[in-house]
T-cell receptor, first 112, second 112 residues
Framework: GENVEQHPSTLSVQEGDSAVIKCTYS??????FPWYKQELGKRPQLIID?????GEKKDQRIAVTLNKTAKHFSLHITETQPEDSAVYFC???????????FGKGTSLLVTP | NAGVTQTPKFRVLKTGQSMTLLCAQD?????MYWYRQDPGMGLRLIHY???????AKGEVPDGYNVSRLKKQNFLLGLESAAPSQTSVYFC???????????FGPGTRLTVL
């Protein structure tokens, strides 16, 4: 969606390295920020999300940070593995509702 | 528990033909969405529904209509298909409590 910008569009890292994907949003009423992973030919799957009252959330090798003042949030993947290779999408709620605007995606390639 | 299902999986239409895509969810979710995915464009919201009998326009609603007569079903209609509607269509649903959207497997539509 036009209100969510995502960078970079492609990212290549070596196995074991960290990967960071960044997103910015424009709607100051947005209060929910999920991240999705989509493997080739498959449906997007929710991997982690964060709400506006939290600055950081971690789940094993994946973490998300949110800076509401600057209107940006980031996905951090540590100790990357080849199976992390996929397209990752960030999203932000439209106003404070339940529908989502998505970024255009980041194609992550983890090379052994 | 099938989650979110979509019918059909693939379809080829000629310009001007009409069709209906069916989405069904068995998770008793209140909210349902239709997105289209085009290369390099991410996921764009077409229409969404916050409850049975209610629908709202998303980012790219032109050329599409929707209906939600039953809580578990969300239909997307194309009255007069155009080549610009060639895309992969994803349906998704979410609950009030857990905002993460669950996606269906997608419908690949080609309009010739």
């Amino acid at each position: 969606g036009e209100n969510v910008e995502q960078h970079p569009s492609t990212l290549s890292v070596q196995e074991g390295d960290s990967a960071v994907i960044k997103c910015t949003y424009s709607d100051s009423a947005s209060n929910y920020f999920p991240w999705y992973k989509q493997e080739l030919g498959k449906r997007p799957q929710l991997i982690i999300d964060i709400r506006s009252n939290v600055g950081e959330k971690k789940d094993q090798r994946i973490a998300v940070t949110l800076n509401k003042t600057a209107k940006h949030f980031s996905l951090h993947i540590t100790e990357t593995q080849p199976e992390d290779s996929a397209v990752y999408f960030c999203a932000a709620s439209i106003n404070s509702g339940y529908a989502l605007n998505f970024g255009k995606g980041t194609s992550l390639l983890v090379t052994p | 528990n099938a989650g979110v299902t979509q019918t059909p999986k693939f379809r080829v239409l000629k310009t001007g033909q009409s069709m209906t895509l069916l989405c069904a969810q068995d998770m008793n979710h209140e909210y349902m969405y239709w997105y289209r995915q085009d290369p390099g464009m991410g996921l764009r919201l077409i229409h969404y529904s916050v409850g049975e009998g209610t629908t709202a326009k998303g980012e790219v609603p032109d050329g599409y209509n929707v209906s939600r007569l039953k809580k578990q079903n969300f239909l997307l209609g194309l009255e007069s298909a155009a080549p610009s509607q060639t895309s992969v269509y994803f349906c998704a649903s979410s609950s009030i409590l857990d905002r993460g959207a669950f996606f269906g497997p997608g419908t690949r539509l080609t309009v010739l």
